[in-house]
């Protein structure tokens, strides 16, 4: 056993995420991850999924979280939702932060209290000054009780929501103007919202504010067609990335620089070489943007 195994987690300090790509955690891959010991960068695993006191899952994710970097992702905290913030959820997001200390740690942009975060998906949240004081006041709640910054996550969206007043790029930056959070910048996300609501996905990124981006999602889609036979694109997380999102991430990685990136992938999980192979794909492409970022430095110097 090593001797960083011997300390309690508990002490331990948080590991900063690298600018490498990570795997979102899943349990089929226990056993594989602390048998092969893969060069993944890190793990990120969604805090809904450790909120039990004990058990298999937190034994398995210590023994991870011993030998890799490790963020923390919430999807249940309805953070868009107009009734105050569940308190019990939030301490035991704050239980979770103490005992894994995360590297980072985000929150999905959710709205809707329900267990299921497709469908919170595909309920719009009007973006108003109303909406983004709301959120800022939450995501100060978080921040507050949590006692560290949160990254806030673009959402997939299917349609708009009428009364909105201002654009979600806006509602994104000043949410995070005011609150000092950061952005988690999905990538997917942004190809399936701007498909949807035919908007222009280069000039989404060109717009995004990435001085405040501290993570990226990668992820794939499932293609279907609307009412009127138009694309409609759903935020699966089932396939590998789409090469139209990798370009994307190309792009986005040309303004951003190297930036910590996940590869999401949540249902119809694959056994551990397909993901592995999917991470170090997405992982070609950042290697590429960092050699890309050295070579401008080189020329600067
Ligand atoms: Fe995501």
């Known amino acids: 056993m090593s001797q960083q195994s011997t300390m309690p987690l508990q002490s331990t300090k948080p590991d900063a995420i690298p600018a490498r790509v990570g ?45 890799y970097p490790l963020s923390l992702h919430g999807v249940g905290l309805s953070i868009g939702a107009a009734r105050p913030l569940d308190r019990d ?30 469908f919170s998906d595909l309920l719009p949240l009007p973006y108003d000054e ?3 004081r709301r959120v800022a006041d939450h995501v100060d709640e978080v921040q507050d009780t949590v006692g560290r910054r949160m990254l806030l996550e673009n959402p997939s969206t299917y349609v708009a929501f009428a009364e909105s007043t201002i654009g979600e790029i806006e509602f994104l930056t000043e949410v995070a103007t005011r609150t000092g959070c950061g952005l988690l910048l999905d990538v997917n996300n942004v190809h399936v919202s701007c498909t949807n609501q035919r908007w222009n996905a280069i000039d989404y990124l060109d717009r995004f504010p990435m001085q405040h981006v501290g993570e990226i ?6 293609p279907s067609k609307d009412d009127h036979g138009d694309p409609l694109l759903i935020d699966a997380h089932d396939r590998p990335a789409d090469p139209v999102v990798v370009e994307l991430y190309d792009h986005a990685l040309s303004r951003c620089g190297p930036i910590p990136t996940l590869v999401e992938w949540d249902n119809d999980v694959p056994d551990w070489p397909t993901l592995f192979a999917e991470a170090r794909r997405v992982e070609s492409v950042l290697t590429r943007a960092r050699r890309d970022e050295d070579a401008e430095l080189a020329v600067a110097v």
């Open 23 to 67: 795997v979102g955690l899943k349990p089929e891959h226990y056993d594989a991850i602390l048998t092969e010991r893969p060069d993944v960068g890190w793990f990120e695993v969604h805090a809904e999924n450790y909120m039990g006191a004990g058990g298999p899952p937190h034994r398995y994710l210590t023994a991870i979280r011993e030998q």
């Open 217 to 222: 999602h990668m992820a794939g889609y499932a």
């Open 130 to 132: 109303e909406s983004v």
């Open 89 to 118: 959820h939030l301490k035991r997001l704050k239980a979770l932060n103490e005992r894994y200390q995360p590297g980072l740690f985000s929150e999905h942009l959710a709205w809707s209290t329900h267990d299921s975060v497709f």
